[in-house]
């Protein structure tokens, strides 16, 4: 199974640049996508549609703003929209989720943060429901794989000159102590266990390859027992789509079609 994830600044200027045509010629089992900066209606068009694959949007019910969506080959069993957290906070950034027999993926578009103190707050109240979540389905009998801009960068090989970015919201001590957490409630990285190649980034603040800070806060974050089924991890560099880069990840994991 492969699955690409991308954060895309807007579907739109997202699929002039060609993003469909790259798609296309990728052979994904599931595609996750970020920020689409559009509502549903908006994507009618066939262009939004690939030949091949089921197609679900969630969007933010605000005009060019956030919005997730997952495109899967084989029909899944069920849908959830949103993580239905009791503070509501969830509704600041964007899940969307596609349930197999027994595995669950999700494209996901956590909030960001400025400078603004009241952001911040939204955005760590937002990774502590977070983290409750996740703490109370790794007791399922299932496994999860949560795709999408975490707005986090998980350790200092993950940053350009780390050192400088550690007053900045993504890489804050707080944001730092809630990544490492993750393997303790049974989570890990799936590209570093299909990576461990350094300079490796998905996104450019500049919006240009190479130019000016570096992140690597797009992320495929996946239950430990999925661990000896990342089979390969990469960053796809040879065209922009927008700021941010596609993750790809191959896993030795095969869907079942719904035999409903």
């Known amino acids: ?64 703003y956030n919005g997730v969506a997952i495109y899967t080959r084989v029909l899944p069993k069920a849908l959830i929209y ?25 494209s996901l578009l956590a909030p960001s943060a400025t400078s603004n103190v009241e952001s911040q707050e939204v955005k760590m109240q937002f990774f502590d429901d977070l983290q409750a979540h996740l703490s109370k389905i790794s007791r399922k009998r299932r496994d999860f794989i949560f795709c999408g801009d975490w707005a986090i960068a998980p350790k200092p090989d993950d940053v350009l ?52 800070d570096a992140w690597r806060s797009d992320l495929q974050i996946v239950s430990s027992s999925l661990t000896q089924k990342i089979d390969y991890a990469m960053i796809y560099k040879n065209k922009l789509f927008s700021s941010h880069l596609p993750i790809i990840v191959d896993y030795d994991i095969e869907l079942e079609p719904d035999e409903l």
Not at 48 to 63: E, I, P, Q, T
Not at 187 to 196: E, M, P, S, T
């Open 1 to 64: 199974m492969r699955i690409i994830s991308l954060k895309v600044d807007g579907i739109q200027q997202a699929a002039a640049r060609g993003l469909y045509d790259w798609l296309s010629d990728q052979e994904a089992d599931i595609i996750c996508i970020q920020d689409l900066r559009c509502l549903e209606y908006e994507t009618d068009d066939d262009i939004y549609h690939m030949d091949g694959y089921n197609a679900y949007f969630f969007d933010s019910g605000v005009k060019n």
């Open 161 to 212: 000159n780390p050192s400088e970015q550690q007053l900045v919201s993504g890489f804050l001590p707080e944001e730092q102590h809630w990544m490492k957490q993750l393997s303790q409630i049974g989570y890990i990285d799936a590209f570093r266990q299909g990576n461990l190649d350094k300079d490796e980034y998905s996104w450019w603040p500049s919006g240009t390859l190479g130019e000016g």
């Open 82 to 106: 949103g993580f239905g957290f009791s503070s509501g906070v969830d509704m600041e950034g964007r899940y969307l989720q596609v349930d197999f027999d027994n595995i669950s993926i999700g």
